[in-house]
């Protein structure tokens, strides 16, 4: 990759490949001297003793141990630049500069009412990342202590998503996020919780208990296949749903504290794609659209040189304005829901 990079000239790598590439394709860029950008991070390891209260290897930890020769060479590598992690790291850097005084707790809020006709089970995302993500230790972020872990799909809480999807109930879910907004924007809290439902809950801790969510290599007959590789081949590809998909998904950055009037405050950051709408106008399922428009608009801004700097950052280490307007030059709004405080 790195060869390739040099010999075709490139200005950037897009990484929009499974999780577990991003140390190989981030280490190329690197190398060949090139900026990079991906939508997930490095791999997470729970911690040895203590999974459920204790960090391990966080996500993005490889990435950001490099942050200084990513410095020395000039070049910079944006991280977390889908739509969760991505536009809603850049909804929490604009409710930092342009609504709250203080934030008491920022938390990332997905939810949706997307129905798949034809299967009785069908993620709308990646299964493999998919399992990554709720079955891995959640992280939290507090004031003082720093990040800590739960227990998967721990807190649960009802919450209200606009456009007509109504309440959700979320749980708490492993998510670049939480590793990201703190190292740039103070609050006291940063969480990310996920509306699953009961039924996608259950069929992801049966996987577990049976052993097929592991990554590790078991032997069947003459072949040595990895269990999760399994699950993902036997299931539907997410991106061929868009047919079979009707409804609406939302991501969404949900942030508390004082406002700049020094009043209490609470919004709710969000971005809605009717999956009629984003077949009808790409002939692209909700979900696969929602994520892959944003690292489009962050490219563009790359180039243009409006987001700049170097090293390792995180969306939210970089102005939302010009991000926030060109989306909506897409055809791509966002909104913003005022809440009254502690109504949840």
Not at 297 to 322: H, I, Q, R, Y
Request: proline share 8%; hydrophobic share 40%.
């Amino acid at each position: 990759m790195a060869e390739l990079l040099t010999s075709q000239r490139c200005d950037v790598l897009l990484n929009a490949t499974d999780p577990r590439f991003v140390m190989p394709l981030f280490r190329a860029a690197l190398a060949a001297g090139k900026h990079y950008l991906d939508m997930a991070m490095s791999l997470s390891q729970p911690h040895p003793v203590e999974p459920y209260r204790q960090t391990g290897v966080k996500l993005g930890d490889e990435q950001f141990e490099l942050a200084g020769e990513w410095e020395k060479r000039d070049r910079l590598a944006l991280a977390g630049m889908g739509v969760e992690p991505g536009l809603s790291d850049v909804f929490a850097r604009y409710a930092a500069d342009k609504l709250f005084s203080e934030i008491n707790e920022i938390g990332i809020r997905d939810g949706a009412n997307l129905v798949v006709d034809g299967y009785e089970f069908a993620p709308t995302f990646s299964i493999w990342t998919t399992i990554e993500e709720c079955l891995n230790p959640p992280v939290i972020w507090e004031r003082g202590t720093g990040w800590h872990t739960t227990p998967p799909f721990s807190e649960p809480e009802v919450f209200y998503f606009p456009a007509g999807i109504g309440h959700v109930e979320c749980v708490n879910v492993e998510h670049e996020e939480v590793l990201l907004i703190p190292r740039w924007i103070d609050a006291q809290r940063v969480t990310f919780k996920y509306g699953l439902g009961a039924e996608f809950i259950d069929v992801l801790q049966a996987l577990h208990k049976t052993g097929l969510d592991s990554t590790e290599p078991v032997q069947v007959g003459d072949a040595r296949v990895s269990p999760r590789d399994v699950v993902a081949a036997a299931l539907p590809d997410p991106a061929t749903l868009g047919d079979r998909m009707h409804g609406l998904t939302c991501a969404g950055t949900w942030v508390t504290g004082t406002g700049t009037d020094g009043r209490p405050r609470e919004v709710y950051l969000y971005h809605v794609v009717d999956n009629a709408w984003s077949m009808a106008e790409y002939g692209s399922q909700a979900v696969v659209w929602q994520t892959a428009v944003n690292p489009v608009v962050a490219l563009e801004l790359m180039d243009a040189g409006t987001w700049s700097g170097a090293g390792v950052l995180g969306p939210e280490a970089l102005p939302p304005d010009p991000f926030l307007d060109l989306l909506t030059d897409y055809g791509s709004p966002w909104a913003m829901e005022e809440r009254a405080p502690a109504s949840r």
